[in-house]
T-cell receptor, first 112, second 114 residues
Framework: DAMVIQNPRYQVTQFGKPVTLSCSQT?????MYWYQQKSSQAPKLLFH???????NEADTPDNFQSRRPNTSFCFLDIRSPGLGDAAMYLC???????????FGPGTRLLVL | AQSVTQLGSHVSVSEGALVLLRCNYS??????LFWYVQYPNQGLQLLLK??????LVKGINGFEAEFKKSETSFHLTKPSAHMSDAAEYFC????????????FGTGTRLQVTL
């Protein structure tokens, strides 16, 4: 089945230690998104790629970076995680902007 | 600019009762509207979507929603709640255009009791 895959599902890191979260998709979608979701809140868009075109949200901290080496994969890099970065990170894809977004299962990040 | 308001952060219904989750939107252009469900420690799963075709949209798991332009609403309903429906529900809106983004409501947690 076509799907969005996120690895790992749970990630524990130490304060200030760089961490990378992974997302892959078999849908061959052009657009890939990264969201941050804190407890009992709606997902918050961090950035998205339309093909290789990177689009950062104005309020996304510089601590968060992303890479998309090819159509199938997209990575979220947190350069120096703080305690406030503990959250669920969701990857989503869509064929075009404004089309339905399909979400992966998420990676829950814990910062110690 | 676009926005979504979900009335009621928590809704509790008895098993077998009607489920009604409210969503009102604001958009200066014709919107696309979505309902997603999220189970604990899971991603968001699409329940249904409205994209300017039929105003009554049927989704998975027996859910449906009706787009009412005059009321700027897109309420989610299910005739008979099941224990497995207990989850967080998000209404979301987007519009066409190169700057389009998905804007979520704050979510409604549905509790189903025996």
């Amino acid at each position: 089945d076509a799907m969005v895959i996120q690895n790992p599902r749970y990630q524990v890191t130490q304060f200030g230690k760089p961490v990378t979260l992974s997302c892959s998709q078999t849908l061959n979608h052009n657009v890939m998104y990264w969201y941050q979701q804190k407890s009992s809140q709606a997902p918050k868009l961090l950035f998205h790629y339309y093909d290789k075109d990177f689009n950062n949200e104005a309020d996304t901290p510089d601590n968060f970076q992303s890479r998309r080496p090819n159509t199938s994969f997209c990575f979220l890099d947190i350069r120096s995680p703080g305690l406030g970065d503990a959250a669920m990170y969701l990857c989503a894809t869509s064929s075009r902007r404004a089309e339905t977004q399909y979400f992966g299962p998420g990676t829950r990040l814990l910062v110690l | 600019a676009q926005s979504v308001t979900q009335l009621g952060s928590h809704v509790s219904v008895s098993e077998g009762a009607l489920v009604l989750l409210r969503c009102n939107y604001s958009s200066s252009v014709p919107p696309y509207l979505f309902w997603y469900v999220q189970y604990p420690n899971q991603g968001l799963q699409l329940l249904l979507k409205y994209t300017s075709a039929a105003t009554l949209v049927k989704g998975i798991n027996g859910f449906e929603a009706e787009f009412k332009k005059s009321e700027t609403s897109f309420h989610l309903t299910k005739p008979s709640a099941h224990m497995s429906d207990a989850a967080e529900y998000f209404c979301a809106v987007t519009t066409t255009g190169t700057a389009s983004k998905l804007t979520f409501g704050t979510g409604t947690r549905l509790q189903v009791t025996l």
